[in-house]
Each structure stands twice: as structure tokens, then as C-alpha cells.
């Protein structure tokens, strides 16, 4: 498996929020998982650091994000800067394909809700932030909202109360009609408020359980970017 196969992967699992914050990544378990060496496991661990995806701490290795409650506010705060501003320059530039792809989406999302799927709406739910951004056209500000909303989904995963997805798929769809309709003041203060509101909305949950295995989760996604392709059975280890 090539490099950057790997990373698509981790990718996923990252920006899925699926693993607790603070997981430890270790080089030893990837490569027997990836079944890869360690060399090329740390080099995408480095790539996924440079991305802020995963924080990488001198001789202790690489962990998933944990941002503290200060950083959470100042995350917010930098998506409700650029997310308004992204929404604000399309509503006077949205192509009818781009609207017909941001309706896809948004139904997507409600389907998700409606069969309980909360995985899946998850997910969705981030891309819907990534879709925005990738249409811009523009790579800085769309790596700027991978990075950012990157380390925000994890947070709504672990701490978000499972009821406020309503409001979160409601606030999307309010979103997309604002924009569809070239409303530009209405689409940029509907994002702020929905942003402000995810903040709000995250609130701390009691661990009931020590969460997925590692495997489990890489396994989950590894058909997404292979095609249906599975891992090497490895069980689990200590990192």
C-alpha cells in the first residue's frame, strides 16, 4: 500500500472524529496494521501533523487532537470568520451544478438522520463544510477549512448530544436556501449563527466504554478509498 493510499485513509478516520481525542498513533501498530514499515507510516503521521490533523509531540509520538476549551473558542471563532466569508462569495457565484451538488448533500444528511444512521450523517455533516470551501475554488482557503473543521469534528462526535444533529441538518438546509436563492447577508449570518450554535451545543458526555479499536475504525473507511479492500487481521496491541 502506497503512501499516499495510507494517508487517504487516516484521513477519514481523522476527520470522521471516530477516535477519542488524546489516541495515541503509534508507528509499530500502523505498520502492522497498513501492513507497511515504520518509515512510511512516520512519514505520513509527519504530513498529517503538518496538516494539523493530529497533534505530533517530540519522543512521544503522534495522538489525535485534543483541543482544551480556550481553543475550542478560538477554532469557532476562525470558522465563523472564513465559513461566512466562503458562503458570502458564493451566493454571488454558485453555478447551477453547484447547486444541484449542495442539494444532494443536504438531502443525504436528512436521510442520514432519518434512519438513525448518526455515522454517516457525521460525515456529511463535515463535507458539507468541505464542499463549500472546495467551491471557492481556491486551495488556501480550503485548506484553511480542512484544517479547521478537521479539528472541530471530532468535538461534535464525542460531545454533541445526539438530538442536536436535528438542528445541525435543519441549519444546513437553511444554509443551502439562502444560497440557492443568492441571498449573500442572509447565507454568511446564517453560517455564523449555525457555528455559534455547534459551540454552544457541545457539551461533555460520560465515556461509557474505552471507544472503537483502532482496527476497527481503520477497517471501517479502508473500503471507501480501496474499493472494498480489507486489512491485514492484526490484533490489537499496545502502541
Given at each position: 500500500m502506497d503512501e499516499e493510499t495510507i494517508h487517504a485513509i487516516l484521513s477519514r478516520v481523522l476527520l470522521a472524529g471516530r477516535l477519542p481525542g488524546g489516541t495515541k498513533l503509534g508507528e509499530h501498530r500502523l505498520a502492522e496494521i497498513f501492513d507497511v514499515s515504520r518509515e512510511r507510516i512516520r512519514k505520513v503521521l509527519h504530513r498529517l501533523g503538518h496538516e494539523r490533523l493530529i497533534e505530533v509531540v517530540k519522543n512521544r509520538g503522534a495522538f489525535t487532537l485534543a483541543p482544551d476549551p480556550n481553543e475550542i473558542r478560538v477554532i469557532f471563532e476562525a470558522r465563523r470568520i472564513l465559513e461566512g466569508g466562503?458562503?458570502?462569495h458564493l451566493a454571488d457565484t454558485l453555478s447551477p451544478d453547484q447547486v444541484e451538488a449542495l442539494r444532494d448533500h443536504v438531502e443525504r444528511e436528512t436521510e442520514a438522520l432519518k434512519?438513525?444512521?448518526?455515522?454517516?450523517?457525521?460525515?456529511?455533516?463535515?463535507?458539507?463544510?468541505?464542499?463549500?470551501?472546495?467551491?471557492?475554488?481556491?486551495p488556501l482557503i480550503i485548506q484553511q477549512a480542512r484544517e479547521l473543521v478537521g479539528r472541530t469534528t471530532m468535538l461534535v462526535a464525542f460531545y454533541e448530544n445526539s438530538a442536536a444533529a436535528q438542528c445541525g441538518c435543519a441549519e444546513h438546509r437553511t444554509i443551502f436556501r439562502a444560497l440557492a436563492s443568492g441571498e449573500r447577508a442572509k447565507a454568511s449570518r446564517m453560517?455564523?449563527?449555525?457555528?455559534?450554535?455547534?459551540?454552544?451545543?457541545?457539551?461533555?458526555?460520560?465515556?461509557?466504554?474505552?471507544?472503537?479499536?483502532?482496527?476497527?475504525?481503520?477497517?471501517?473507511?479502508?473500503?471507501?478509498?480501496?474499493?472494498?479492500a480489507t486489512l491485514r487481521a492484526a490484533a490489537p496491541q499496545v502502541a
Open positions: 466562503i458562503v458570502a434512519t438513525g444512521d448518526r455515522q454517516t450523517w457525521l460525515k456529511l455533516s463535515a463535507e458539507f463544510h468541505f464542499l463549500l470551501a472546495s467551491m471557492t475554488g481556491n453560517m455564523t449563527t449555525h457555528l455559534a450554535m455547534i459551540e454552544t451545543r457541545l457539551r461533555p458526555m460520560a465515556c461509557v466504554d474505552a471507544g472503537p479499536t483502532l482496527e476497527s475504525v481503520i477497517a471501517e473507511f479502508m473500503g471507501d478509498v480501496m474499493g472494498g
